[in-house]
Structures are given as structure tokens and as C-alpha cells.
């Protein structure tokens, strides 16, 4: 296989959703495609160091500089899919009463309404990143992180569940810079949560608990 196309972009069904436009989402699936693009050159670029099976001491600087690069490129890549996945024409903003997503952020943070500020707080951080619910495969435990560009922040092993992408390019044809939280309540209104109920059923204890 050529190594150059050992990623390829996926589609994404998305459109009319309510306050997020096509026209973002279209501009959006373009950057997307840039990730996967890169993902593989950047791949392609390393397997030419590894050739002749080694990596000589002259080539060590370049051969760095781009594997430093592939944490901002793979995640870039892969947290787009997450995010273009838990959205939906669905109109429904809250997970259903008896939902296993609602439990889990019950008996996590005491109330679905508690984890719900902290998501939207984690959204509304100063800064270009990600606000990303993870379950912990360990013991079930959601929690709400903020991830800086792609790459810094995210947790190993843990499970993301909800992903929201807070990057201005997410929102800034729709909305001012200065309304973001206008995006984050669109996002909300758009939510797939039978994705994210998915998402915590695929949690098998990756790291165990003790
Ligand atoms: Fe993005």
C-alpha cells in the first residue's frame, strides 16, 4: 500500500443544522481534509529516513522536526472525526432522562447539570483547542478536558465521548469572535447523544483499575 494514502478523508452527511451553517461546515470539512492529507506526508517523509533502516545522525534534525509534527497532524485528523460525528440534525439538546450518558455525568460530577457547566466552562476557555469529555476506561469516570491546538491535553487511553471543537474556524462565519458561547449553545442543540451513548458502550477497560 502506498503509505501516502493510508489515511483517506472520510464524508460526513452534516448539513442544515440549526446555527452552525453549511458554509462553515463545508470550509470545515476542507481543513479536515488538510489533516489527513498531512497525516500521510507526513508519514510518507518519515518512511524515507527509515529507507536504508536507519536514522543517521545528519538526518536526525529533519527526521525530529517532523516527527514532532505528527501529534498536531493525527490528532488534527482525528478529533475533527470525533466532532463531525457527534452532530446531528437531532434538535435535541439534552440526552434523554434515562440516558447511560446522564448517569455516567451524575454519578461523575454529581449532576448532569454540574458536568454540563464544566463543559461549557472548558468550552469557553481563552485560547484555540478542544473541550473534550473522556470516560475513563478504568472506572467509568467522564471528565472534561481542555485540549490546546490537537495535541496538548488529551489523555492516554482514555475514551473521548463528546468533543467540541472551540477553534474559531468552528464558528466565525456563523458568529463574532466574542460569541463563542452563542456557538457552544448551537453545538448543544446539534448533539448526536445516540453517538455518544455509543461512544461510552465501546468502553473496554484499556487500563485496569488497580
Ligand atoms: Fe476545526
Given at each position: 500500500m502506498n503509505i501516502n494514502q493510508i489515511y483517506r478523508p472520510r464524508s460526513f452527511n452534516l448539513s442544515a443544522l440549526e446555527?452552525?451553517?453549511?458554509?462553515?461546515?463545508?470550509?470545515?470539512?476542507?481543513?479536515?481534509?488538510?489533516?489527513?492529507k498531512e497525516t500521510n506526508r507526513l508519514n510518507e517523509n518519515i518512511a524515507e529516513?527509515?529507507?536504508?533502516?536507519?536514522i543517521d545522525q545528519e538526518e536526525m534534525p529533519a527526521y525530529?522536526?517532523?516527527?514532532?509534527?505528527?501529534?498536531?497532524?493525527?490528532?488534527?485528523?482525528?478529533?475533527?472525526?470525533?466532532?463531525?460525528?457527534?452532530?446531528?440534525?437531532?434538535?435535541?439538546?439534552?440526552?434523554?432522562?434515562?440516558s447511560a450518558f446522564r448517569k455516567a455525568a451524575d454519578e461523575s460530577f454529581?449532576?448532569?447539570?454540574?458536568w454540563k457547566a464544566d463543559f461549557v466552562g472548558v468550552g469557553k476557555m481563552r485560547g484555540v483547542g478542544w473541550a473534550i469529555c473522556?470516560?475513563?476506561?478504568a472506572n467509568q469516570r467522564l471528565s472534561n478536558h481542555w485540549v490546546t491546538l490537537h495535541q496538548i491535553g488529551n489523555?492516554?487511553?482514555?475514551?473521548?465521548?463528546?468533543?467540541?471543537?472551540?477553534?474559531?474556524?468552528?464558528?466565525?462565519?456563523?458568529?463574532?469572535?466574542?460569541?463563542?458561547?452563542?456557538y457552544i449553545?448551537?453545538?448543544?442543540?446539534?448533539?448526536?447523544?445516540?453517538?455518544?451513548?455509543?461512544?461510552?458502550?465501546?468502553?473496554?477497560?484499556?487500563?485496569?483499575?488497580a
Open positions: 446555527g452552525i451553517s453549511d458554509r462553515t461546515l463545508d470550509m470545515h470539512f476542507k481543513l479536515y481534509e488538510g489533516y489527513v529516513f527509515l529507507k536504508d533502516g536507519q525530529s522536526e517532523l516527527t514532532r509534527r505528527l501529534g498536531f497532524e493525527y490528532n488534527g485528523m482525528v478529533l475533527h472525526e470525533y466532532y463531525f460525528d457527534n452532530l446531528t440534525k437531532s434538535r435535541r439538546s439534552e440526552p434523554t432522562s434515562t454529581g449532576s448532569y447539570a454540574t473522556y470516560q475513563d476506561p489523555v492516554a487511553g482514555f475514551i473521548p465521548v463528546l468533543v467540541m471543537d472551540v477553534w474559531e474556524h468552528a464558528f466565525l462565519l456563523d458568529y463574532k469572535p466574542s460569541e463563542r458561547s452563542q449553545q448551537a453545538f448543544f442543540v446539534n448533539i448526536d447523544w445516540d453517538r455518544v451513548e455509543k461512544r461510552l458502550g465501546d468502553c473496554t477497560a484499556a487500563r485496569s483499575a
